[in-house]
């Protein structure tokens, strides 16, 4: 998958993103989507409205004209964006979102507005994050737990535990071979199917989910103080918004043969018990749109099940042999780290290192960091690394892709120097190589860098960029690198596949001066194999800006298989 980006809106000048409230929740900062289920004259009625980060002064700007300094002086019979006032408000339960768009993953925090106190699940490893949730709703954190044995990022389970001094609470289903070692160690309560937990009034039942991975588990949630049905269930990579999670992972990421088709199975009969569960129930998955848990997950933040039922295909398909055949069609190729993650989350997920400044590199420092076996990593956009960069530098630009392909090209064992000309893009590279447990970022280095090349060595390494519908005039070996589901699907006349995560083994027989070009659905995946390319040596790689997604709406040929 190509890069992603954010949208954002822009209201009265002022960068904005959006969040679902209902019921009145104000305060609300930060990149977290919240919900308070509570009543409010024995009605609920949920509203959007309008968070920023700013929020202070985005009130100051829509003032309603009755300002106030104490919230139950509003005249607004509900939760007024300008003041941030709450008229009335029962007893309720709070939901916060908490979501990673580099991991594509969400966590939740679930909270008691009588208790005042909170259970996490599923954080990812940026534990200060929920702690800063759970300070500015003024909760105590009493319980922390996941769904599964992560494989796309390192758990922050055991470190937000330990750091609320929470009740660590852990799968105990899934057989021996997917146990948490660390479980007993931690005093981890251990959860099976019927279990209950407890938070303030808010009941938590425990659904064993089996199929994505062994020990999966789902939280159905009642809030008593409302209504003893139950309001929604965190799914994790259970059910997703229009698709389900992958049960391929533990074969292609953990190496367990012959485990597909009876995970497929499994998956099947998990998703029929939920016959038992309405339709009004809302669903909390744990990933969306970007993520590699699933194939064709949706951009929604939710869903409810009854609309699943309608809407994803999943739900659509009754006979099991037929699900399995749909469920591992198409699966795209899972990164390499997977398989470090599922391992580490199982057996002990570290701590986040120290915070710690790094160091900025000249070229001769540059060169020896290069010669120890360094990973010289340049973030920029591949349109900026195209036009001139240091030679044997890996090209993987910032975006919601970044995490997955460091994870599929980069090594655990190696020190990784990063390279930009903004502090902030480094620093957001950073922050998603630690969420996958990359935490040898040693060094940094700007567009000074490449000054001092081109004055000590001469003209910087460019990448030739080519129009993707020239294609077959340009003279070049066309290479695909796209996914197989992909090319499978539809690819250009007289291509060859060479998956972007195998490229270097799948290459290593063409002579290193084939005129090349590479291209696959919209740009960044090329432009990443071209940097791997060049940095082995081969000497005339060309990209194809635009790819497929150019192709097709060209309405030229393709090929499928």
Not at 259 to 267: I, K, Q, V, W
Request: one cysteine or more; charged letters at 25%.
């Amino acid at each position: 998958m190509d890069d992603q980006h954010e949208s954002t809106a822009w209201i009265n000048g002022v960068e904005s993103s959006f969040a679902i409230v209902a019921l009145h929740r104000p305060r609300r900062s930060g990149q977290t989507e919240s919900l308070c289920d509570g009543r409010r004259d024995g009605k609920h009625s949920p509203r959007a409205v309008e968070r920023d980060r700013r929020l202070h002064d985005l009130r100051a700007k829509n003032s309603c004209g009755q300002h106030h300094k104490q919230k139950d002086k509003c005249a607004h019979p509900a939760w007024c964006v300008a003041c941030g006032a709450l008229a009335r408000h029962s007893p309720g339960m709070i939901l916060e979102r908490v979501f990673d768009s580099l991991l594509a993953q969400a966590g939740y925090l679930v909270g008691c507005e009588i208790t005042r106190t909170a259970i996490v699940i599923d954080p990812n490893r940026d534990v200060d994050r929920y702690v800063e949730v759970a300070a500015r709703e003024r909760l105590t954190i009493t319980h922390v737990t996941e769904t599964h044995i992560h494989a796309d990022f390192v758990s922050g389970a055991r470190e937000l535990a330990r750091r609320a001094g929470a009740q660590l609470l852990l799968s105990g289903a899934g057989g021996p071979d997917w146990q948490y070692t660390f479980a007993e160690a931690s005093a981890a309560r251990l959860l099976r199917a019927g279990d209950t937990i407890e938070v303030g009034s808010v009941r938590i039942a425990v659904r064993e989910t089996p199929g994505h991975t062994p020990e999966h588990l789902c939280f159905v949630v009642t809030d008593p103080t409302v209504n003893d049905r139950p309001i929604g269930i965190a799914t994790g990579d259970f059910i997703f918004v229009g698709d389900v999670g992958r049960p391929d992972l533990l074969e292609r990421a953990a190496k367990v043969s012959g485990s597909m088709e009876s995970m497929a199975r499994t998956l099947f009969r998990s998703l029929r018990a939920t016959r038992v569960l309405p339709d009004y129930l809302q669903l909390w998955p744990g990933h969306g749109a970007g993520s590699a848990c699933g194939k064709a997950l949706g951009s929604m933040p939710t869903t409810t099940l009854g609309y699943e039922r309608i809407a994803n295909w999943a739900f659509q398909i009754e006979d099991e042999s037929e699900f399995v055949k749909e469920v591992l069609a198409g699966q795209p190729e899972p990164p390499t780290y997977f398989a470090r993650m599922k391992v580490v989350n199982r057996d002990d997920p570290p701590t986040v290192p120290a915070p710690h400044e790094l160091a900025q590199l000249d070229l001769t420092a540059l060169e020896r960091a290069v010669a120890a076996g360094a990973a010289v990593i340049d973030v920029r956009t591949s349109a900026d690394f195209a036009v001139g960069h240091i030679p044997g530098t890996l090209n993987i630009p910032m975006g919601t892709s970044f995490a997955r392909w460091a994870g599929t090209l980069l090594s655990y064992d190696q020190d990784i120097v990063l390279l930009a000309d903004d502090l902030a893009r480094i620093d957001e590279c950073r922050h998603a190589l630690m969420l996958i447990g990359m935490d040898r970022v040693v060094a940094r280095g700007g567009s000074e860098l490449r000054a001092a090349y081109r004055r000590t060595n001469g003209a910087l390494q460019t990448v030739p960029r080519v129009d993707m519908r020239e294609l077959s005039s340009t003279g070049r070996e066309v290479v695909d690198v796209r996914g197989a589901a992909e090319w499978s699907a539809g690819h250009v006349p007289r291509a060859e596949h060479h998956y972007l995560g195998d490229l270097l083994t799948s290459m290593r027989e063409v002579p290193r001066d084939t005129p090349l070009v590479l291209y696959c659905h919209g740009g960044t995946r090329a432009a990443i194999g071209a940097s791997l390319l060049q940095a082995e040596g081969f000497t005339d790689v060309a990209t194809a800006p635009g790819g497929m997604g150019t192709w097709e709406a060209a309405g030229l040929p393709t090929e499928a298989g």
